[in-house]
């Protein structure tokens, strides 16, 4: 996967359900969970669960944003 360059971008990804949530959320809009981290690496957009095996992989059950890796 291509990476982007090394600039941090706006967001916060969920140790929980791995979305990426706006820097300024407190909560995560999709599961609920308040334990967000600004720590992650790597951006997977899944647009068709059923078809993307990265989803699958990463346990993704609705299409969004995504991290890959959350410390
Ligand atoms: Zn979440």
Not at 19 to 27: G, Q, Y
Not at 35 to 42: A, H, K, M, P
């Amino acid at each position: 996967m291509a990476r982007r360059r090394a600039r941090a971008p706006p967001f916060k990804a969920c140790r929980k359900c791995k979305s990426l949530v706006p820097k300024e959320a407190t909560r995560c809009p999709v599961c609920g969970s308040t334990d967000l981290s600004e720590d992650w690496e790597g951006v997977v957009i899944v647009i068709d669960v059923e078809k993307s095996l990265l989803a699958k992989k990463l346990g993704i059950e609705r299409p969004g944003r995504y991290a890959v890796k959350v410390r």
